[in-house]
């Protein structure tokens, strides 16, 4: 009889970097006799692992984590058959447009009331998309100029690495990763790479 009920839950992954806050929602989320929590990671590299080792039916994820963004791990895991839903303080419409660019189920803002929460996992569950009307309607206002490649050299000058540095990471030549910098800094109309990342990020295109 518990098995039966057990394989009748909703299986959700979280990914969050605040352990009091990842803490919260999975005991929230707990207390739903319909919803069980199969693992919580605090990055995006650790939820598509533990996507992929738990087959959930929901993502909840954050979008501003270490390592990999929860709109980088939604992008990596477009096409699978867990859904995501992303839950975040951002309420800024260049996120939503990635979001939505990459096949995201929800975008919900943590302001939101708690039960909301779960109503939007099950409706999410059940195929259906749970994104905030106002936000959306915003999404569709400036499009984001950015390449990935250009918006992932500027994400990485925000984290203080030199041309050099990011050079190694991505393994281009710097004068690539300069031609990238000077490309975004153009499009943005900002005098340098920090100007650029700043416009970028306040857009939600970083």
Do not use: C
Not at 27 to 40: C, M, Y
Not at 70 to 89: F, N
Not at 142 to 149: A, F, I
């Amino acid at each position: 009889m518990t098995g039966e009920k057990s394989a009748r839950r909703i299986r959700v992954v979280l990914a969050e970097d605040q352990s009091m806050v990842l803490g919260a929602l999975a005991t929230l989320l707990d207390l739903e006799r319909d919803i069980e929590v199969v693992a919580q990671v605090v990055d995006g590299r650790q939820a598509i692992d533990a996507v992929r080792q738990h087959a959930p039916d929901v993502l909840i994820t954050d979008i501003e984590m270490p390592d990999l963004s929860g709109l980088d791990a939604a992008s990596q895991l477009k096409g699978h058959a867990t859904r995501v839903i992303v839950l975040t303080t951002f309420a800024r419409a260049g996120y939503l447009r990635r979001a939505l660019e990459v096949g995201v189920f929800g975008y919900l803002l943590k302001a939101r009331p708690a039960k909301e929460l779960a109503d939007a996992v099950r409706r999410v569950h059940q195929g259906q998309r749970v994104i905030d009307p106002k936000l959306a309607a915003e999404s569709w206002g400036d499009p984001d100029p950015l390449t990935d490649r250009q918006r992932e050299v500027l994400r990485l000058t925000t984290d203080g690495m030199a041309t050099a540095d990011i050079a190694t990471r991505l393994g281009l030549s710097a004068g690539t990763v300069r031609n990238y910098l000077s490309e975004a800094i153009a499009k943005l109309g900002a005098s340098n790479r920090i100007e650029a990342a700043k416009i970028a990020r306040a857009k939600g295109w970083l």
